[in-house]
């Protein structure tokens, strides 16, 4: 209960004690004590004070606040300590590594609920026992949700530090319990050492994820001044064996004016290594060095937070060569109709150049998906350098796949026009002799879009091999045509023209602006301006004609689902689309041939929201998400690939918000929707992207000097800064 405790103090008067109260004002409730007789000497005359003088010394009557009978006292040595269900997380965790030999100051442990030796007898004995000779303590929380793997709470409860007496002891176990109302809290108390030089340390790396990295920061003096934020302190980073790697910012040679030399580097990778093994993983540390060079262990808790690092040998990955044909999140049943019949084009034309390796190939995809949005193997498609380009000289496996195919690759060169020419006339002929969805049976359906996967991966294969053998070829993209056709439609219909279904059906060649989307209906340009004179689709070059079949046949299979998805929506099945989107290729067409409806997807199985982007770069982690990779070579200048377009300088704009006069558009990816935005811009900037992707082919056409595979582009260049954008050296400035 609120004990009314009794403290016959040294005050010199009685100013003094009113300056006793003042300064615990807050932490104590005062409770007056009955006036002494006016023959002893105190107090004055009013009946009842907070204090009184009686028998030579001046007594204050204060309530502690500690309901003392429900509490417990458990030495840092026992047992029951280990436990962070009644002792804590911090209090556990150092009784744990006590009790393996570390080290760490003795203590003990106030429960809430009392076990073994209990009540305020019991706590006054280990206070007295432990603060003897006036030595101040440390009473800190130690909350069974505090310093657990999955949250540390760091900074959540109070501490109190350097505390001395009774009173201020009482008061401070009391701050630390109040911190904590709605946890089930215990109350750590150890002595206090004055550390001479103190900090924190992590035995790994919880900002790369490395775990054979050590950090330690640390300042002269205690560890807290770093964990408040009010000192910034000495970084090193050091391997699991002591090798220092950095030090952040550099320190004097001389050995005594560093704040952490070699020898006390060593004693604390020591520490970390006997805390992991004590523990069971990296720890975060508080250390401090005493005024003997004692090295004491203050706390240690999981690392939290810790980033993931991709395994080893996980693939480069990147959404540049990709994007641009997927720009957005696709749904499962997308993913098997348009993106393996990518990767399994891009691999048969991998094969054939001699560009991987069979057993490489059979391994990987050269193209997958993460939360539905399309990656490419930035190494296998040769967007990147290699990592270890000596090695690839020496190295005669290369050359000789690549030998080995030269003879294929020398005929097909002649050969592939023709081949491809045979290949788009097959394609319209089959596109031009299908019925209308609406006309056709559901077995027709299917066997149409079972043709579509087929003749996707054989116009993929062709068309990546067209780019990597033939080149770009004289004439315009199919996207610089569909915008010279829009334009000109446009003008001659005036205000009065067709929708974007109506044009579409007359000039299929303005598919070539619009991602492919089974539930989306992405919209044409609004504002186009004269790009030049249309020339037809027989004027595109091979590789620009094998991409428009690529794209006519996306849009044939998203109809013809969407005519499954009508017919559904007849037989009662609301919200028929979607549920499609969700199935997987496998599922929808076992059901059909078993002759039932589609299959509604399995429980918990929803469309896919907006995801954001991918990073240019990365690798996955092994829980599957993208860890972002930085290059080691940079690019001349902080920039990137040069796309051609020649040398412009203007004002970096978002695409958002009014556009400047003169800008330079910088973006994240090649999203063909800016196609539109192309005229009259003094540069292009993305962050991702390839020489080859339509976009960029586009602003060549308009002589736009454009830069792609510019790391961090749209921090390092706000809108409103002033861009110079080499589209010949690929600087950008």
Not at 42 to 61: D, F, L
Not at 519 to 546: C, D, I
Not at 635 to 656: E, F, S, V
């Amino acid at each position: 209960m609120d004990r009314l405790l009794l403290y016959p103090l040294p005050f010199e008067n009685a100013d003094a004690v009113a300056a006793f109260l003042e300064r615990h004002d807050g932490q104590f409730a005062r409770r007056h004590l009955p006036h002494p007789d006016a023959t002893s000497g105190g107090g004055g005359t009013r009946g009842r004070e907070p204090w009184a003088y009686e028998g030579g010394a001046y007594a204050v009557g204060i309530a502690s606040g500690l309901d003392t009978d429900r509490l417990g006292v458990v030495p840092l040595d026992g047992e029951r300590a280990r436990d962070p269900t009644l002792a804590g997380g911090k209090a556990a965790n150092l009784a744990r590594v006590r009790a393996a030999g570390l080290p760490v100051l003795p203590g003990f442990v106030i429960i809430r609920a009392p076990g073994g030796d209990g009540g305020e007898a019991a706590l006054r004995r280990a206070w007295r026992e432990l603060a003897a000779d006036g030595r101040p303590l440390a009473v800190r929380s130690s909350s069974a949700v505090e310093d657990a793997a999955d949250s540390s709470m760091a900074g959540r409860f109070a501490s109190v530090l350097d505390v001395r007496g009774w009173a201020d002891f009482t008061a401070a176990v009391r701050t630390v319990l109040d911190s904590a109302a709605d946890e089930d809290m215990s109350v750590l108390v150890q002595p206090m050492a004055r550390a001479v030089v103190g900090g924190v340390m992590f035995g790994a790396d919880p900002v790369s994820g490395r775990r054979d990295r050590m950090l330690v920061s640390a300042v002269r003096g205690g560890p807290d001044r770093l964990v408040d934020g009010s000192a910034q302190g000495v970084r090193y980073r050091l391997t699991r064996l002591g090798r220092l790697v950095s030090v952040e910012p550099p320190e004097p040679h001389r050995h005594r004016r560093r704040v952490l030399g070699r020898r006390r580097l060593a004693r604390l990778v020591q520490l970390a290594r006997r805390t992991e093994r004590a523990l069971g993983a990296p720890q975060d540390m508080e250390f401090g060095f005493d005024g003997e060079d004692r090295l004491w262990l203050f706390q240690a808790r999981p690392i939290t937070a810790m980033a993931v690092r991709a395994p080893r040998g996980a693939r480069l990955l990147g959404p540049g060569p990709v994007t641009e044909t997927f720009p957005d999140v696709l749904q499962p049943l997308e993913e098997d109709l348009w993106v393996k019949p990518m990767a399994h084009g891009l691999t048969l034309a991998l094969d054939i150049a001699g560009g991987a390796p069979r057993r490489t190939l059979r391994a990987f995809s050269p193209v997958t998906t993460v939360d539905g949005r399309a990656a490419a193997d930035l190494r296998m498609l040769g967007a990147i350098p290699s990592a270890h380009p000596v090695l690839d000289f020496i190295n005669p496996v290369p050359g000789a796949r690549r030998a080995s195919a030269a003879w294929r690759v020398g005929r097909l060169r002649t050969a592939l026009p023709m081949l491809a020419l045979d290949l788009m006339a097959d394609v319209d002929r089959e596109l031009a002799g299908l019925p209308v969805p609406g006309a056709m049976l559901s077995g027709q359906l299917l066997t149409a879009l079972a043709w579509g996967r087929s003749v996707l991966s054989a116009l993929h294969a062709q068309e990546s091999l067209a780019g990597a053998l033939l080149g770009p070829g004289p004439g315009a993209s199919a996207a610089g045509e569909a915008l010279a056709l829009l334009a000109e439609v446009r003008a001659l219909a005036g205000d009065g023209g067709p929708g974007d279904a109506e044009l579409i059906a007359r000039h299929p060649v303005l598919l070539a602006l619009l991602p492919p989307s089974l539930t989306g209906t992405p919209r044409l340009p609004e504002r186009t301006g004269w790009t030049g004179a249309p020339r037809g689709v027989g004027a595109l070059p091979t590789r620009e004609g094998l991409r428009l079949r690529v794209r006519w046949v996306q849009e044939m299979q998203a109809r013809l689902v969407r005519e499954f998805a009508a017919r559904l929506t007849v037989a009662g099945r609301p919200d028929a689309l979607a549920r499609l989107s969700v199935l997987r290729w496998e599922e929808l067409t076992a059901a059909l041939d078993d002759g039932g409806l589609p299959p509604d997807p399995p429980p918990g199985r929803e469309p896919r929201p907006p995801a954001p982007e991918l990073p240019a770069v990365f690798r996955l982690g092994a829980d599957g998400r993208p860890v972002p990779e930085r290059l080691g070579r940079g690019a001349p200048d902080g920039g990137g690939q040069a796309a051609g377009g020649g040398l412009g300088t203007g004002t970096a704009w978002h695409g958002t918000g009014e556009r400047p006069p003169g800008a330079v558009l910088v973006v994240r990816s090649l999203d063909p929707a800016l196609a539109p935005e192309l005229p009259g811009l003094a540069g292009l900037v993305a962050e991702t992207g390839n020489v080859l992707s339509h976009l960029a082919v586009l602003a060549r056409e308009y002589r736009v000097p454009t830069v792609v595979g510019v790391a961090g582009a749209l921090e390092r260049f706000p809108a409103g800064a002033e861009v110079s954008v080499d589209g010949t050296t690929g600087a950008v400035t």
